[in-house]
């Protein structure tokens, strides 16, 4: 946008102001002003986004204040001269604000900041630390005020308290042999290691893949799940808030769910996987989360009792629920004739025949093929797409028995990976593309699955089917007919490789562009 026109329109400046810190304080005009003002204004509006409150320790805060213009589509001239005063004389005492910004001068405690230029950044960051002596829960403001050329002013204000509330999440067990069907608990237990109470809502997440379904039975909850909640790729969530006061957890202190959640293993769970964090909110924040609320009481925090199992090092923690349960993976391969004699095509399917359905954990894939071509006869492409979409899973070269690398043509064995999963009764496709080279006789080659770098226990109960074999015979009948799927291109004698994976890779952190588990959406 060029800064001699004029000042942002209305849609523009909602977005900003959507994507702008929770405290957005107007000028002298009554709150936001409408999509279509009545008169026009003929002074650009303007707006100051800025934390509301800030927690400051000996160690210097970086604190960020932006500001902002709009004018409802009116065409009004732009705002120019630019002044921002941070005002600090409340914390004597308490705080200290320093600020290194060529465009910002220093009178004791109090800084303005002049943009004399239309180009300049609008927006000042600064530092704030606590006095030495000030004591945890000292608290004073910081007052911000904006004037401008053609522009309103613009007025706000952070509370700024002395002491952090800095809390970690307890380890979670792991929960194994579940029985399908059955209901687990899910305590937690939460500390605060900083100097201060927590000042601030609580909010506590559960992330969940894998098929577990949460009991939707506490009030300050709300419950998240995929579009088949029965199915184990479906991800569930729940979210709680725990408001300031008898919620509040002192430094020091230890609390824990008054109930636990419960949760139920679903049919097809094989390995669930929740991962749970817990944040302070900022005032007026939305937490977000699931569709469903709650019924019933509300879960609260109290005080701990007993020794508990440990605490993690920060905010986030993962447990697991391993169901006694099983997937029987077999492996699938079909040829057919290629555009030209001497070429085929090699359909490759990982089966998964149940009961559980499998699936990955992070960018970690459940199962594998491997791939080894008869003698006399090399891949020359494949038709995975770097896409979620794509219908072919990623085949990569085989270098060693824990190695692998991009794909390549010209060789025999290749390992493909299940990039995401397999729900019971579905299957993975891979595709090859393949040319006799010398001496072939109508050997067979062999595809055999087996369980891949995200280690997940499939307990196979028909290991039988896990191996298969093919030929091509010993020539091919050309065809105008294109090979299945509708990603290959001809380029000469062979076939050019649409996409493959990026870098080489151990089996154990394949590099392939795999889903990671998303967030549950409301």
């Known amino acids: 946008m060029n800064p001699k026109r004029t000042v942002f329109g209305a849609t523009l400046a909602a977005l900003l102001l959507a994507l702008a810190p929770s405290t957005v304080a107007v000028g002298d005009d009554p709150s936001v002003p409408p999509s279509t003002p009545s008169p026009l204004p003929t002074r650009a509006y303007a707006t100051i986004s800025a934390d509301e409150q800030i927690n400051v320790g000996s160690g210097a805060r970086s604190v960020t204040v932006g500001w902002m213009f709009w004018d409802g589509g009116a065409q009004v001239p732009v705002p120019t001269n630019d002044s921002l005063v941070i005002d600090a004389r409340d914390l004597a005492g308490i705080a200290s604000v320093t600020v290194d910004d060529p465009r910002c001068t220093a009178d004791v405690r109090v800084i303005t900041c002049v943009n004399k230029d239309a180009g300049q950044s609008r927006s000042v960051e600064f530092a704030v630390r606590a006095d030495p002596g000030a004591a945890p829960g000292a608290g004073g403001t910081i007052a911000y005020t904006l004037t401008a050329d053609h522009g309103t002013g613009a007025t706000a204000k952070a509370k700024v308290v002395v002491g952090t509330p800095d809390l970690v999440v307890g380890r979670v067990p792991d929960v194994t042999h579940a029985r399908i069907g059955s209901r687990i608990e899910v305590p937690l237990r939460l500390r605060n290691t900083g100097d201060l109470a927590t000042d601030r809502r609580i909010m506590l997440r559960w992330e969940s893949v894998g098929g577990l379904r949460f009991d939707r039975k506490f009030s300050n909850c709300a419950y998240g799940e995929g579009d088949d909640p029965g199915e184990a790729g479906s991800q569930a969530s729940v979210t709680c808030v725990f408001p300031v006061s008898s919620d509040s957890v002192p430094a020091g202190g230890t609390v824990e769910l008054s109930s636990p959640l419960t949760a139920t293993v679903g049919k097809r769970v094989l390995t669930a996987v929740t991962d749970y964090s817990v944040r302070l909110l900022k005032p007026r924040e939305q937490p977000g989360g699931g569709s469903h609320q709650g019924a019933g009481a509300a879960l609260t925090l109290v005080r701990a009792s007993g020794g508990g199992g440990g605490f993690e090092n920060g905010a986030e923690g993962r ?26 095509t090699l359909d490759i399917n990982a089966v998964n025949h149940g009961p559980a359905s499998v699936y990955g954990i992070d960018d970690q894939s459940v199962a594998v093929v491997d791939v080894v071509l008869p003698k006399g006869v090399v891949a020359t492409g494949t038709a995975h797409m770097e896409e979620e979409d794509s219908p072919y899973g990623p085949c990569l070269l085989r270098v060693g028995s824990t190695t692998t690398a991009p794909f390549e043509a010209g060789h025999r064995r290749y390992v493909c990976s299940v990039p995401f999963g397999i729900a019971a009764g579905k299957s993975q496709l891979f595709e090859l593309w393949v040319k006799r080279a010398k001496g072939y006789d109508g050997a067979k080659g062999t595809a055999t699955v087996r369980p891949g770098p995200a280690d997940i226990p499939l307990h196979d109960p028909d290991a039988s089917d ?17 090979p299945s799927g509708d990603t290959l291109v001809a380029t000469g004698t062979g076939r050019m490789l649409i996409a493959t994976a990026a870098g080489a890779a151990l089996l154990g952190a394949v590099v392939l562009v795999v889903r990671r588990r998303g967030r549950t959406h409301s």
């Open 319 to 344: 447990f697991t629920v391993a169901a006694d349960n099983s997937a029987d993976l077999a492996a699938d391969a079909t040829t057919k004739p290629g555009r030209r004699a001497g070429e085929w």
């Open 466 to 482: 896990d191996s298969i074999t093919f030929a091509f015979g010993t020539s091919a009948t050309p065809t105008a007919a294109a």
